[in-house]
Structure formats: structure tokens, C-alpha cells
Nanobody, 116 residues
Framework: QVQLVESGGGLVQAGGSLRLSCAASGITGTINRMAWYRQAPGKQRELVATISRDRMTNYGDSVKGRFTISRDNTKNTVTLQMNNLKTEDTAVYYC??????????WGQGTQVTVSS
């Protein structure tokens, strides 16, 4: 059974930092891309960051220079370090993983709330 377990969300003041982690288990074979998405109330889910197996990264324009995505291929984990958080970063953050067949799996989401 595939499981993506996210942790690290919470409440932080603007300008603060949070670190999100996601541990994937039960996925057969190689994990290709790992990513974080987010969805704010009333808005569509949007891409935050992606990282390939060889650690090529891509970021959404709104988080460039503030967020850093990383992964540990031995543990099948992906981490999102979020610095200089803004109120507009408030959203539910979802972990996304694509296996060797590019089948995608999603975590349950973790709430990040940034207060002014």
C-alpha cells in the first residue's frame, strides 16, 4: 500500500520559516519526480517546487529565492524548506511523487498558516 506521510506544517508569523517533510513508502521501483503543490482556499492547486531523481529543481515564480526543495533517495523522502514566509503562502501543502511509470501519488496535505 502506497503511503505519503507529510509533516511539518503549522502556524508561523510572516518572515518566519517552516520545514515540510514527506516520506513515501510502498512504491514499487524507482521514484522519479518528487514535488510539492499547494492549494489556498478558493484557489486552484498550484505547483510549488519539483525535484528530479538527479536533483534538478524547478520552482513556482512566487517562491523562488525563498523555498528550497531537497530529497533523499535512500529514504524516499522529500523536504521543503520555506523561508521568509508571507501571508499569501497560507495554504494546504501536498506532497506528490511520480514512480518509474510516471504514475502519481498524493499525500493527505498539511496546513501552513502564515499570520501577519
Amino acid at each position: 500500500q502506497v503511503q505519503l506521510v507529510e509533516s511539518g506544517g503549522g502556524l508561523v508569523q510572516a518572515g518566519g520559516s517552516l520545514r515540510l517533510s514527506c516520506a513515501a513508502s510502498g512504491i514499487t521501483g524507482t521514484i522519479n519526480r518528487m514535488a510539492w503543490y499547494r492549494q489556498a482556499p478558493g484557489k486552484q492547486r498550484e505547483l510549488v517546487a519539483t525535484i528530479s531523481r538527479d536533483r534538478m529543481t524547478n520552482y513556482g515564480d512566487s517562491v523562488k529565492g525563498r523555498f528550497t526543495i531537497s530529497r533523499d533517495n535512500t529514504k524516499n523522502t522529500v523536504t521543503l524548506q520555506m523561508n521568509n514566509l508571507k501571508t499569501e503562502d497560507t495554504a494546504v501543502y501536498y506532497c506528490n511523487v511520480a514512480n518509474w511509470e510516471w504514475r502519481e501519488y498524493w499525500g493527505q496535505g498539511t496546513q501552513v498558516t502564515v499570520s501577519s
